[in-house]
């Protein structure tokens, strides 16, 4: 009996300390942001406009000067206690201006909202002008983890934070009450940076178009995601040139010459064998027909070297144009060699 009270008593004070974090949590929330209201407006731009929601993870171009309109509400009844302050942080450059109703402040972090008094009035929009920090990114360099200075370059995130707390020295916050959410979060980039993106991924397609998806072609992705656009993009030039020099031919091509090899081998046999004196009783009409025949299926398949060929040359690729160079040279020896061969069926045929 004795055990079982103390697991009930310990069961009642779970339950106890849940309802009471249930209800401190419940009371967190004592601002809302109205992101149907809020906007930021590109000064860059002729004045661009968007709104919060759409301007979320976006990519805004490094040296752009933003102004942000943000609209915060007071939950309704939600007590807001004496003690509770609102601090507003970024990290884009300028410095950035803060203004909060008649108040100005340039730098990167800001405690508003300070008292009762301040908690009374009505809510005033935060206006925030700022610039697009640089896209610098720190990197991972494999095999360097140590140096976690390296800097690359790359889509840099950058912030807007509003967070409802408590604070003592009236520049930091003691406690966090609540983060308002969503968090505004977008990224700094660069024309530079966005041609690189659509180059290496054109590239990397067009080599995956011919020799298939690789590690390599992974490791060049890899690399301007970790900050080297530069190097990422040159790699997958080469990488493309490379791929169409490592393209194997089409299969079609391989069934051919095959075929016109055993062709050519079957043809030679045939005529050593019977100039040597070998295949008494055989019909030389026959052999002689049926080199004629080989011969004319030579030139049947040079035919269908000379279509490949036709299709290559019209490429954009120069490689390919070069492919289809060598290929005509083939089909120009292809067809001296069915002319030769004919010239061994004539001479069997005379031979008997």
């Not at 000064?43 to 609209?71: C, P, S, V, W």
């Not at 200075?149 to 408590?166: A, D």
């Not at 983060?179 to 993106?197: C, D, H, K």
């Amino acid at each position: 009996m004795k055990h079982l009270f103390y697991i009930s008593l310990v069961v009642l004070v779970l339950l106890i300390l849940s309802a009471g974090i249930g209800i401190a949590s419940a009371q967190q929330d004592v601002l809302r942001l109205d992101v149907d209201k809020s906007y930021i407006i590109n000064l860059d731009t002729g004045g661009t406009k968007a709104y919060y929601k759409d301007f979320l993870n976006t990519e805004q171009l490094e040296g752009h000067t933003l102004e942000f309109h943000i609209y915060v509400d007071k939950v309704e009844k939600t007590p807001i206690l004496d003690e509770y302050v609102l601090k507003l942080e970024t990290n884009l450059e300028g410095p950035p201006e803060w203004k909060f109703g008649d108040d100005f402040r340039r730098s990167a972090e800001w405690i508003v909202w300070k008292g009762r008094e301040e908690h009374e009035l009505p809510m005033r929009p935060i206006i925030l002008t700022g610039e697009v920090p640089k896209p610098i990114i720190p990197v991972e360099e494999p095999g360097f983890e140590a140096y976690k200075e390296t800097k690359g370059i790359g889509k840099r995130e950058v912030y807007v934070r509003l967070t409802v707390g408590t604070t003592k020295d009236g520049s930091t916050l003691e406690t966090i009450i609540q983060p308002l959410e969503p968090s505004m979060e977008f990224f700094s980039t660069s024309e530079g940076i966005q041609t690189a993106e659509s180059e290496i991924a054109k590239n990397l397609e067009a080599a995956r178009g011919k020799i298939g998806r690789t590690d390599l072609e992974e490791d060049i992705r890899k690399l301007y995601e970790e900050g080297h656009p530069g190097w990422a993009s040159k790699l997958s030039e080469h990488y493309k040139a490379l791929s169409v020099v490592a393209e194997p031919p089409p299969l079609a091509l391989y069934v051919i010459l095959s075929v016109i090899l055993g062709l050519i081998l079957g043809s030679a046999f045939v005529y050593v064998y019977v100039s040597r004196g070998g295949g008494k009783g055989v019909d030389v009409s026959q052999i002689s027909s049926e080199l004629n025949e080989t011969s004319g299926k030579i030139e049947d398949k040079s035919s269908s070297i000379n279509a490949i060929s036709t299709r290559f040359a019209r490429s954009e690729d120069e490689e390919k144009r070069s492919v289809a160079r060598e290929l005509i040279r083939i089909r120009a020896s292809l067809n001296e060699i069915s002319n030769e061969i004919r010239t061994i069926a004539d001479r069997i045929k005379s031979s008997r």
